[in-house]
């Protein structure tokens, strides 16, 4: 009987242990890096922290966001602005544009 109750015990925590990694995965945001459109006028830096760094033409504007699965809403003075991550790891951006990944 003992030894059932010790099988239970670790099958126990070891699923609360997975579930708490699952949840920690979960709520970060999981986006970090900078992303620019192809002619380099605009730039997002994104960071763990849930801010991003918007730089166009020269003036930067820092902005907060959030990932919900492949949706990146990010805060602007204007409201939020709801961008895509895309399969291939790139963004759909604002009217349409195409952000990519530059490497560090």
Known sequence: ????RNRF?????GTLAAALVA???????????TYEDPM???RYTFQSNGKVLMTMMGTEVEMTYEKEGDKIKVGTPEGRVVMTLLEDGSI???????????QP
């Open 1 to 4: 009987m003992t030894e059932r």
């Open 9 to 13: 015990g670790r099958a126990v925590v």
């Open 23 to 33: 949840l920690l995965v979960a709520c970060s945001s999981g986006l970090e890096g």
């Open 40 to 42: 380099g006028l605009t």
């Open 92 to 102: 759909q951006g604002p009217m349409g544009v195409k952000l990519t990944r530059k």
